[in-house]
């Protein structure tokens, strides 16, 4: 299923002078004027800007009248473009298909690719928290057509869209959301149609008839009804094999024998510059203009074809090829450097290839969970049970650091800890039993308490000390159990940790 994000970027002329000269403050009004004629007109306005009234289209002399303290900077449209197409190469990290929308906004189709941030919330997250974090006004929506994530993104409440919900929430919006001409955006307020729903329940004839096809297709688009292709854009030095079949192909084991020979031609482009892939693009282009895209990682720099074209194996039977495929583009995303390595002298001295062995495991197990849920724990220096351990990716090399010897600590850790019920012969002793889940155990062993003071540097200033206790059970369990304040205070207990 296609799914797009239609990127909005509301102030994106005054957002990128602000990052290019560090002012004016974002509470002071700014706006970019172009001159029209005689006369000196607001191209863009910022948010403050906007908030005072000024918009878009407004003479200069006008807006300096109602503003006296207005900011004013020459536009720069070519430079805005440009600054965008450097945006859209930067949302390639994102997803493959990624293309400039020309003044204020990007496509983003992240079909395929969704599922390596957990899901697409995670992903719209991340991308406006990241672009806000930049100083970068940003709305974003996703939705089956770019038509509809276009008018949710910049006339609705942005977000997700739910692919059986695309008309609902596309019917309410003003038609200025389908992308009309000024000219049929009149003809329809006089005709009095404000709303997407208004122009949708007219008879499709008399509707074409009277406002013409241009604007039967913006509806088609914005509905989902008619398909509206996206030309990704692709950096000329990235690397890149591409396939055109004079005869469209369908069957899969044809587009994995493609894609090995797609394989080796971006391996030997690899080999001349010195580099491997850490992430590859599979851009698929169907016969009607529709499309595909997976994307697969690797946890290092690799050049071996075979392996790369594996990675797609898990899935590839998500591709629907429709009446056929016509074209089959591998892209090289994102590459290291990686020097060259005598594999065989090493297999005849007896070095281990256990190394190159785990790299493709942990490549095959990113294709088909995702590479975020991929990772191994490393040691931190901390006394605090939950901060001990931290993930690392797979491959990472040693942190050099180590935990405490002396201090024995559980092989599973609860997060967070459950509260259990314990009975003590005096206030200030161990355990004598205890109740978790619902199941009574009594203690035959007990050693502590271990104190463990919070990390004030790490602010934990209004923490409380715990008192950990090991608790070996008539039953053979094993437990490390903790009271969250002195006795005397009237602390709970609770179960954090199970020995092996």
Not at 42 to 50: E, M, P, Y
């Amino acid at each position: 299923m296609r799914r797009v994000v239609s990127l909005y970027l509301p102030a994106w002329p005054t957002d990128r002078i602000r990052r290019r000269s560090g002012g004016p403050p974002r509470n002071e009004p700014l706006v970019t004027v172009h001159t029209i004629g005689s006369r000196r007109v607001v191209r863009a306005a910022c948010a403050a800007a906007q908030g005072l009234g000024l918009h878009s289209g407004m003479a200069l002399a006008q807006a300096q009248a109602l503003v006296p303290n207005l900011h004013v900077a020459d536009a720069t449209p070519d430079e805005d473009e440009a600054s965008l197409r450097e945006l859209a190469r930067w949302a390639i990290g994102y997803s493959p298909v990624v293309a400039p929308d020309p003044p204020d906004g990007l496509w983003i189709d992240i079909a395929g690719v969704a599922h390596l941030f957990g899901s697409e919330e995670n992903l719209l997250e991340d991308l406006t928290d990241r672009l806000t974090g930049r100083g970068i006004a940003v709305r974003a929506a996703v939705a089956d057509a770019p038509g509809a994530a276009w008018a949710v993104a910049r006339f609705g409440a942005g977000g997700i869209v739910p692919a059986d919900r695309t008309a609902d929430m596309v019917a309410p919006l003003p038609v200025r959301a389908l992308r009309l001409s000024a000219d049929k955006l009149g003809t329809l307020h006089r005709l009095g149609i404000e709303r997407v729903g208004q122009l949708a329940a007219m008879p499709r004839a008399p509707m074409v008839r009277r406002f013409g096809r241009d604007v039967a297709l913006r509806l088609d688009q914005a509905l989902g009804h008619a398909f509206e292709p996206i030309s990704p854009l692709i950096p000329h030095e990235t690397p890149m094999a591409s396939c055109v079949f004079a005869e469209p192909i369908g069957r899969s084991d044809d587009l994995k024998t493609i894609l090995l020979r797609l394989s080796q031609d971006l391996c030997r482009q690899l080999e001349r510059r010195g580099e491997g892939a850490r992430r590859l693009d599979l851009i698929i282009q169907r016969i009607d203009q529709k499309g595909a895209n997976l994307r697969v990682g690797t946890a290092k720099p690799t050049r071996d074809a075979r392996h790369l074209a594996k990675l797609f194996d898990e899935r590839m039977q998500t591709i629907d090829p429709g009446f056929g495929i016509e074209e089959v583009v591998l892209v090289a995303s994102k590459v290291e450097p990686l020097r060259e390595m005598q594999t065989e002298a090493r297999v005849i001295a007896g070095d281990s290839t256990s190394e190159a062995d785990m790299g493709r495991l942990v490549d095959r197990l990113g294709a088909r969970i995702g590479t975020g849920k991929v990772y191994r724990l490393a040691p931190v220096q901390s006394l605090i049970p939950e901060r001990m351990v931290r993930k690392i990716p797979p491959l990472a090399p040693p942190t050099g650091s180590a935990w405490p010897q002396t201090l024995p600590r559980p092989t599973r850790l609860l997060d967070p800890p459950e509260p259990v019920v314990v009975t003590a012969l005096l206030p200030d002793h161990p355990p004598a039993l205890f109740v978790w889940r619902k199941v009574r155990h009594r203690v035959a062993k007990a050693d502590g308490p271990e104190r463990i003071v919070p990390e004030w540097w790490n602010g934990d200033a209004g923490s409380v000390p715990r008192d950990y206790y090991r608790i070996e059970t008539e039953q053979g369990g094993r437990f490390w159990i903790f009271r969250d304040a002195p006795a005397d205070q009237g602390g709970n207990w609770w179960m954090h940790g199970l020995f092996s």
